[in-house]
């Protein structure tokens, strides 16, 4: 079983930056595609981007594009969002999801991944 711990969620203030970590606890980690999803409130929870085993490959929903960054570092087990010029719209709870499959332009669903973490609180005031 592989477990996902996020961290790095609090409140800031409109056009600030946050960076979320996620840490596996699988050995197999750098073989896995990562994908970070998230929830706002009255909202289902949707795709916000995803990378590659090596890091080499990324993908982003439009709304993010240009101010959320996804990277890895396999050594630590962890995936990151850093995330830029925040707006309001940003505010949700955020995932991130593990599978053991190949880089796909189609893993962008939840029911694509298998392993998911407890989310981690983003505020956004304005």
């Known amino acids: 079983q592989v477990q996902l711990v996020e961290s790095g969620g609090g409140l800031v203030q409109a056009g600030g930056s946050l960076r979320l970590a996620c840490t596996a606890s699988?050995?197999?980690?750098?073989?896995?595609?990562m994908g970070w999803f998230r929830r706002a409130p009255g909202k289902e929870r949707e795709f916000v981007a995803h990378i590659n085993w090596t890091g080499g490959r990324t993908y982003y929903v439009d709304s993010v594009k240009g101010r959320f960054t996804i990277s890895r570092d396999n050594a630590k087990n962890t995936v990151y969002l850093q995330m830029n010029s925040l707006k309001p719209e940003d505010t949700a709870v955020y995932y991130c999801?593990?599978?053991?499959?190949?880089?796909?332009?189609?893993?962008?669903?939840?029911?694509?991944?298998?392993?998911w973490g407890q989310g981690t609180q983003v505020t956004v005031s304005s």
């Open positions: 999801a593990g599978v053991s499959r190949p880089f796909s332009y189609e893993l962008t669903t939840e029911g694509a991944y298998t392993y």
């Open positions: 699988a050995r197999t980690f750098s073989t896995y595609t």
